[in-house]
């Protein structure tokens, strides 16, 4: 069975300092949420909260509707993974999976037929007799689940468990994660600094910084609407044109920028001349067949080539800007056709306004 868990005005501090600052959150039973942001930001001490390893200075923590204050992590339905995984290496596969399953007086042919059900979940069906140094680290990742998952947890804690692993099987752990909290059904709360992980793998992600949450929502949200210029630019890159706006009409604002006059959307509302900041992601930065601004085409620069990275499925464009500024960065998909992209070509570039997101210069 799996659990809904809520934070209710949760603040952590250690002396005077302010870890966790008045979160409150509900995740549904079921969900697969992960906690994004940079380190330090409290993504670990919350998840120490939920397990019981601390209690919060202010505010309440609770499971499946019950307040969790004085049960210390054994008396919570919650199984934690860390990237550390604790692995007993001496010990064979089906023994670190049963071992909290002994602690518990299980009888020995029921942990092993248990421990065999969770290699299967955990896609490791023939390993239930290798020892743990003889697996690799993605094999010890499965286990490491396999073994939290023995104990029937209803909610399952993971403290960027992938972070160890090398690229390629960090991203094959990502889907197997994903479909392992699909099968057992399980709560699974994720923390990680690692935007990839939380948009491939969650259902919805909460973006921290500063010990706040600066935005709950699902991935597509997150990327495609970020609140603030922080989430903006935590998750994914951004093309940056900073000003002042000049006209607001029909959800869109004109802002007067270094590189001109420029027209995007302006969700929030922001009033005429307040500062701010227009976020322009690099796939949405396109080469235009125009001499100048049109009304169908508002915001058009003409910039030349500063260096291309070829990324293999698409080309990162640098194009120069004025004053040796941060290059604007274009991604151009790879049609066959990006062989010509090197040398002292000038692009006219531009987006559409709706392409554009206009937020406060400080969010
Ligand atoms: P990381 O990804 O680096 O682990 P994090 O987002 O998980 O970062 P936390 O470990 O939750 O961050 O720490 C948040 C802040 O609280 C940090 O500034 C940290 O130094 C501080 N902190 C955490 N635990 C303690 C503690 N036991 N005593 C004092 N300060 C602490």
Redesign the pocket.
């Known amino acids: 069975m799996s659990r809904d868990v809520s934070l209710d005005r949760v603040t952590m501090r250690?002396a005077s300092?302010v870890?966790v600052n008045n979160v409150s959150l509900d995740i549904k039973a079921g969900e697969f949420f992960s906690f994004l942001?940079?380190?330090?930001?409290?993504?670990?001490?919350?998840l120490r909260m939920i397990s019981g390893f601390m209690n919060p200075t202010e505010g309440r923590i609770l499971i499946g509707g019950e307040d969790m204050k004085g049960n210390g992590p054994n008396k919570r339905p919650t199984a934690l993974i860390f990237q550390n995984l604790a692995l007993f290496p001496m010990m064979s596969v089906a023994d670190n999976i049963a071992f909290g399953l002994e602690m518990r007086g299980v009888d020995k042919s029921v942990r092993r037929r248990r421990a065999e059900e969770l290699l299967e979940l955990v896609a490791l069906p023939d390993a239930a007799d290798k020892r743990i140094d003889e697996l690799s680290g993605g094999m010890k990742q499965r286990v490491a689940i396999a073994r939290a998952l023995a104990v029937e947890p209803q909610v399952m804690l993971l403290d960027?468990p992938l972070s160890a692993l090398d690229l390629k099987l960090r991203q094959h752990m990502r889907a197997e994660l994903r479909a392992i909290q699909r099968r057992t059904g399980l709560t699974f709360i994720y923390?990680t600094?690692d935007q990839g992980e939380a948009l491939t793998m969650s259902d919805r992600v909460g973006v921290?910084s500063r010990?706040q949450l600066e935005q709950v929502g699902p991935p597509s949200e997150i990327y495609n609407e970020p609140a603030t210029a922080f989430v903006a630019g935590f998750v994914g890159e951004n093309n940056v044109f900073t000003g002042r706006i000049t006209e607001v009409a029909g959800g869109q604002a004109v802002v007067e920028t270094g590189d001109g006059r420029l027209i995007g959307r302006n969700p929030r509302g922001i009033r005429v001349g307040t500062q701010v900041v227009m976020l322009v992601r690099p796939e949405r930065l396109k080469p235009l067949a125009v001499a100048g601004p049109t009304p169908e085409n508002p915001n058009v620069l003409s910039r030349s080539v500063d260096h291309v990275d070829f990324e293999g499925a698409f080309a990162n464009v640098h194009l120069k800007q004025p004053d040796g500024a941060k290059p604007l960065s274009m991604h151009i998909s790879n049609d066959g056709s990006l062989t010509d992209l090197v040398g002292d070509r000038v692009f006219t570039v531009g987006f559409a306004p709706q392409d554009a997101l206009v937020l406060a210069a400080n969010g």
């Open positions: 250690f300092y870890a942001g940079p380190s330090g930001c409290g993504k670990t001490t919350i960027e923390i600094h921290m010990g």
